[in-house]
């Protein structure tokens, strides 16, 4: 008979183990897999194998179901426990965001609001101190009455507030004050800072943006020459106060200390030994500038600044002054600005005669003459530098911030002289300068000699005025 007819194929009998795995009881077969697997591959049995096979008493078919059928048990067993076990995992994670919901709410409620990026600091001086200044003590610290203040405030406030959109920020007022009280004291960033309760990176930012913002905004309106009847009134000024005719300004540098730069440190270098800037003015009778230049290192010649400058390149286009002449000793006198020594003589720039050579009484008499009439400029920087002491000491700033602030403090100078503001005479101590200069030799013209003998007869035909 064939070995693979049914009646050879008995019935397995199945075996429950006392082990689990998976949560599932293990079923064994008594039959081995060896004589199954040979029947499926059509391999020869041996007796024993056939005798085995006779003993199980079901067909192949079956056999095949069962194991199939068992193998189904135990994928869902397992696909049970998967499940309970992710069940088991969400859970937990309930439980933990619940948890870390409400230890959040509990130190939301018990903390102190503070933002992190910033350390704890009182503002106490500016919102409890400064308001309850007198005028007077708010017009010595800031250097300014607080109508002025206000007027600045709201000048610069769209380009402060166009820049500054931090939620954080601080007001108008706040900055602006904070960058006045550094341009009147000149203190150290690190006292402003534990004055206003902000940090010392905060003091030199808010110095540099108000100041850049005063000079873009308000310098084009405060410093500007005179035309039309204000020339005329400054020329007629500088004759009723110096008795000097056709004078429209005076012309001078003066040096402001920095800290040596980077590059190019060389360059700053000035003749008195330490690092500065130069800044070249123009001042009108009044103590008020007309044109500035700021920003040539400290090395650099009063006459090669003068050079470069605007006011050089208006007057060799012939539209710096009106040709309003008058004759005196039959020479025609051109209106002019006065200079000292460092600068050449010009059609529109007079000095007085050189004194290394000897000079006459005349001579003399007209350089007091101009002299005295060019103090005013000397005056002027003296009235900046006492009100504005950042000047007078070391700028601890960047090199392309210093131009701005001495800028900005020409600008805020002419505001308070136009605006009435008080100017304590105790200011101006430590604001004399002494510094060598160079007397510049320029080439003989006859124009402008001309006309400085012309000024030199008139005033030695008025009198000797010489101090005794």
Not at 354 to 362: I, K, S, Y
Not at 413 to 438: A, K, S
Not at 452 to 460: K, P, V
């Amino acid at each position: 008979m064939n070995r693979y007819d049914s009646h050879y194929i008995l019935r397995p009998r199945l075996k429950t183990c006392t082990r689990r795995r998976n949560g599932l009881p293990l079923i064994g077969l008594r039959f081995k897999c060896i004589p199954l697997v040979a029947l499926i591959k059509g391999h020869t049995l041996g007796s024993k194998d056939s005798h085995v096979l006779k003993m199980a008493g079901v067909p192949l078919p079956q056999l095949l179901l069962c194991l199939y059928l068992w193998k189904m048990v135990c994928e869902r067993g397992r696909e049970r426990n998967r499940r309970a076990l992710r069940a088991r995992m969400r859970r937990r994670e309930r439980v933990l965001c619940l948890g870390l919901a409400v230890v959040a709410v509990m130190n939301a409620a018990s903390a102190v609001e503070r933002p992190v990026w910033r350390h704890h600091r009182t503002p106490k001086f500016w919102e409890e101190d400064v308001p309850r200044f007198s005028d007077t003590i708010f017009q010595q610290n800031f250097r300014l009455g607080r109508h002025t203040f206000e007027y600045i405030c709201e000048k610069v406030r769209p380009r402060l507030t166009r820049r500054r959109r931090h939620k954080h920020a601080l007001s108008v007022e706040k900055r602006v004050a904070v960058a006045l009280w550094y341009l009147a004291t000149g203190g150290g960033f690190r006292t402003i800072a534990h004055l206003f309760g902000i940090g010392k990176s905060s003091v030199c930012k808010y110095v540099h943006e108000v100041c850049s913002a005063i000079v873009q905004v308000l310098q084009d309106q405060y410093i500007q020459l005179p035309r039309g009847e204000r020339l005329r009134d400054v020329v007629r000024a500088f004759e009723d106060r110096w008795q000097f005719p056709q004078c429209a300004g005076a012309i001078d540098g003066t040096h402001v200390q920095i800290i040596a730069p980077q590059e190019y440190h060389t360059d700053y270098f000035n003749r008195k030994g330490w690092h500065s800037v130069l800044m070249q003015a123009v001042v009108d009778p009044f103590y008020r500038f007309v044109n500035i230049n700021v920003g040539w290192p400290g090395s650099v010649h009063d006459a090669r600044v003068l050079k470069n400058s605007s006011i050089f390149n208006m007057a060799s286009a012939g539209n710096l002054f009106p040709d309003d002449t008058i004759n005196i000793n039959g020479t025609a006198i051109p209106i002019m600005l006065l200079g000292d020594p460092a600068y050449p003589l010009l059609s529109w720039l007079m000095k007085g005669y050189p004194e290394t050579g000897g000079v006459t009484r005349q001579q003399r008499n007209f350089n007091y003459r101009l002299s005295r009439a060019r103090m005013v400029v000397e005056g002027a920087f003296g009235r900046l530098k006492g009100r504005w002491r950042c000047l007078l000491n070391r700028m601890y700033l960047d090199i392309s911030a210093v131009p701005d602030v001495i800028s900005a403090c020409c600008v805020l100078h002419n505001i308070c002289e136009i605006h009435g503001e008080d100017f304590d005479d105790m200011w101006l101590r430590g604001t004399v300068e002494r510094y060598p200069r160079d007397a510049y030799q320029n080439a003989n013209d006859a124009q402008p000699r001309a006309v400085r003998d012309a000024l030199s007869l008139l005033f030695w035909q008025q009198g000797d005025v010489i101090p005794q």
